[in-house]
């Protein structure tokens, strides 16, 4: 049986939140509330119907991590724009925007993945984007760096990983302080000093293969630039077998 698009599309987001409320009709009707027991039932259906909204955008989020994680950039990318026609305040568009640069910086795609951070409306020191701008910063550095502009690189790393990495220096955040560290030093020059920054991370087994990949790729440029062709080709194979859908190596 095939699922009608306009249910697939709209069932999670506007049907059952009207199936909820015509249950909810149904029941105040049937059981003849008032007063109290009408207000309660009120606000429990505005609860129930808050908290499957807030499930479904955490399985959004969920699905975009892990086509992140395992090297699936043409389901991100699709994912990102399925849900994009679904959002209409900038607030909830923006980190869609970004799982869209995401993307396109796993397709090899720098300057599209530029567009999409632009489009995202995400300013550093911005506090209704706060939370997505550590992802947005790390989407630009990769881009930025690809496209040979190291400043630019440079000054993000400083307006929003620098801050983070010192207000909150979890494991998590330190992995991508130090990713994106090593790709402005790569970017400026300091091969070495790059490489150093993410090898010891490479085998990090908690990582999605598409993470290790990015890592790989980046010790593949690092060994390319100091003279060292089979560590660099040793490396580049690496990444290219743990994320065989992405273009990750020049």
Not at 80 to 96: H, K, N, Q, T
Not at 188 to 195: I, K, S
Not at 224 to 244: F, T, V
Request: positive net charge; charged residues 20%; hydrophobic residues 55%.
């Amino acid at each position: 049986m095939t699922i009608p698009r306009w249910l697939k599309y709209y069932g999670d987001t506007i049907v059952i939140p009207l199936l909820l409320a015509l249950l909810y009709l149904v029941f105040a009707i049937t059981a003849d509330l008032s007063g109290v027991a009408d207000v309660v039932a009120a606000v429990f259906l505005v609860v129930v119907v808050g908290l499957w909204l807030a499930f479904r955008r955490l399985r959004v989020h969920a699905s975009a991590a892990r086509y992140a994680a395992i090297g699936e950039p043409d389901k991100l990318l699709a994912m990102a724009d399925e849900e994009l026609a679904r959002r209409w305040f900038p607030v909830g568009r923006a980190p869609l925007h970004v799982y869209r640069a995401l993307a396109y910086n796993l397709a090899g795609q720098p300057s599209e993945a530029r567009a999409a951070l632009t489009a995202s409306q995400i300013k550093p020191g911005e506090r209704a984007t706060r939370s997505w701008q550590l992802l947005w910063a790390s989407a630009d550095i990769d881009a930025r760096t690809r496209l040979g502009d190291a400043a630019g690189a440079r000054k993000t790393f400083e307006q929003v990983v620098v801050p983070f990495r010192s207000v909150a220096p979890s494991g998590g955040i330190e992995l991508i302080a130090a990713e994106c560290e090593a790709r402005v030093r790569l970017a400026e020059g300091d091969a070495a000093g790059a490489r150093d920054l993410v090898l010891p991370a490479v085998k990090e087994m908690r990582l999605g293969p598409a993470a290790r990949a990015q890592l790989y790729a980046i010790v593949a440029q690092c060994e390319r630039a100091l003279g060292d062709d089979d560590a660099a080709a040793a490396a580049a194979a690496k990444a290219r077998s743990l994320a065989p859908t992405c273009d990750l190596v020049a």
